[in-house]
């Protein structure tokens, strides 16, 4: 086994058509580098369809396929799926609990699979019990469905009903009382509005961001064919030492693509927890994973099909582009320099020239210093055409170079409306914030790696789109600060959010994407490239100022 390697242990019924049961559980062990082993509990004879049979397998040879695994391997994480019947429950937990006893405890996800995802009963009212009694208290995280989770709880008293996001964070707190260290109660049949998860506000509660785009994200969600999901479906991870909830929300998926979901996540949990994650971090990455893993998957069968679990074999920093996030090396950029990236994009510039307010003479100082800033802005543009070695890139660059040039004009147009003359414009003397952003520019286009060169030239373009957009969405709110019509500034704002510039954005956003995923970058290439947009989103803030203070 290689070293870093992982053995993760499932304890689990077997699925004959390899989408759920052991078999999801060793294909996603394996996608997530570790080393899988198994104890069956149970044959079945199913498919997309439907289970036609099952067959238990006697408590005591579970038992011992248990002991034998870990008798042998350092195992260092596990599951528990489908356990069959009260004996078989109670032979896998009297074994772990003797193993724990004499060799310590191993972080064990425990998924109580009772109910299916339509409501059928999967264990006779005992094995729940026992499931319960047993082993509950040697897991560190149960990971009930929505089904089940009501089960339970009317087993013990509990209110069961469970219809909102509310109920379910009330349901996991409720759930952490029968003795595991924690619950992830799966939401997949539960919404939320957008707007509903905006108003969660809680000192114990916190939401997880990882799919929820829309701060600072106009130009993603403008130039995405798929348009941002209203809808969102939540896991919810309660943390009894902690007493807190965290929220999981991700875009609810149309697909039937499904079987073996919550198998998937409880193994994907036991990988991470393997490699001593924490629980909420464990949960984040498991749940990313099963959401990709539909996301990315091919129709197979003519039921319910199984998800897509080698999407992540192929290790990269960068999540897969998919519809629902077609622009992810973006997304994880903006994400991983927000407070750069809100400073500059919701600069005081920004918010005065959308309120109509900002002085005259601050507006004429950036116009004359960006018409020097292009200059440099083009040039790095040629020379990313220079850099490219086939048509498509060059192609890109070239257009826009051409935009580019479009550009300058308005700003002579802007120029000349108060009364600044070309001549004027041409000699005015560049400030040293314009000389050290172009210096930048050329420095990095002239060094190796052509996407450093992309980095620092995207951060500009989708930073302007992102502030043209910002603008046109709060203006169209009511009561809204951005005034629009009777703006001076108003043919600035309408340039940048409109159609022309916003398909330079989209050719610039197609750039960067598409090369990313041509040739994924390792983690200190990445640190590189994110160097190299954290410092031009601190130069473009530098340029606001400098317009600001008249330097």
């Not at 596990?78 to 009297?94: N, P, Q, R, Y």
């Not at 996030?325 to 005065?352: A, M």
Request: charge should be negative.
């Amino acid at each position: 086994m290689a070293k870093g390697t992982p053995a993760i242990l499932t304890i689990a019924g077997s699925d004959s058509s390899g989408g759920a049961g052991i078999q999801a559980d060793l294909k996603t062990f394996a996608a997530l580098g570790c080393y899988g082993a198994s104890a069956i509990t149970a044959l079945t004879a199913q498919n997309t369809i439907g289970v036609q049979a099952v067959h238990g397998i006697p408590p005591d040879f579970v038992s011992q396929q248990i002991t034998s695994v870990l008798s042998d391997i350092d195992v260092r994480g596990m599951k528990t799926g489908m356990l069959f019947d009260s004996g078989v429950i109670h032979a896998v937990a009297s074994t772990l609990r003797e193993h724990f006893s004499n060799n310590g405890v191993i972080p064990l996800v425990c998924d109580p699979v009772s109910v299916s995802t339509s409501g059928h009963t999967l264990l006779h009212p005992d094995a729940i019990d026992t499931m319960m009694d047993e082993m509950f208290p040697l897991a560190c995280l149960i990971t009930p469905n929505k089904f089940e989770a009501e089960l339970l709880l009317r087993k013990r008293g509990f209110p069961s009903t469970i219809n909102t996001v509310q109920d379910v964070v009330t349901a996991a707190q409720n759930l952490s009382t029968l003795g595991s260290n924690a619950v992830l109660l799966k939401g997949g049949h539960i919404s939320i509005s957008r707007e509903e998860l905006r108003g969660v506000v809680s000192p114990n509660i916190e939401v997880n961001r990882d799919f929820i785009f829309d701060q600072n994200i106009e130009i993603l969600q403008a130039h995405n064919s798929e348009k941002a999901t209203n809808e969102f479906v939540v896991d919810v991870l309660f943390i009894k030492s902690e007493g807190k909830a965290i929220l999981y929300p991700r875009p609810r998926l149309v697909s039937s693509s499904t079987h073996g979901t919550g198998c998937t996540l409880s193994a994907a949990l036991a990988c991470v927890l393997g490699r001593n994650a924490t629980l909420a971090e464990a949960t984040a990455q498991a749940t990313s994973y099963t959401h990709l893993g539909i996301e990315t998957a091919s129709p197979i069968g003519q039921g319910f099909g199984p998800l897509n679990h080698l999407h992540s074999i192929t290790k990269s920093l960068i999540a897969p582009r998919t519809k629902g996030n077609p622009f992810p090396l973006t997304y994880r950029l903006i994400r991983n320099t927000s407070d750069k990236w809100t400073k500059y994009v919701q600069h005081e510039f920004v918010i005065q020239l959308g309120k109509g307010t900002l002085e005259r003479s601050s507006f004429l100082h950036f116009i004359k210093q960006d018409y020097h800033y292009l200059k440099y802005y083009a040039r790095a543009h040629a020379l990313l055409a220079a850099k490219s070695d086939n048509f498509a890139p060059i192609l890109a660059a070239t257009r826009i170079v051409l935009h580019i040039a479009k550009e300058s004009s308005m700003h002579t147009s802007y120029c000349a409306q108060w009364g600044i003359t070309q001549e004027e414009l041409e000699s005015t003397p560049e400030s040293s914030t314009t000389t050290a952003y172009g210096a930048f520019l050329l420095d990095t286009g002239l060094q190796g790696d052509t996407m450093r060169l992309v980095m620092v030239l995207a951060a500009c373009l989708l930073g302007y789109g992102e502030v043209g957009l910002w603008l046109k969405s709060e203006a169209q709110k009511p009561n809204s600060w951005v005034v629009w019509e009777g703006n001076p500034y108003l043919k600035w704002m309408e340039d940048y959010s409109g159609e022309d510039f916003q398909n330079a954005v989209k050719v610039g956003l197609e750039t960067i994407e598409s090369r990313a995923a041509a040739d994924p970058p390792s983690a200190s290439r990445y640190a590189e490239w994110l160097a190299v947009w954290e410092r031009c989103t601190y130069l473009e803030k530098s340029f606001w100022d400098m317009a600001m203070n008249l330097s």
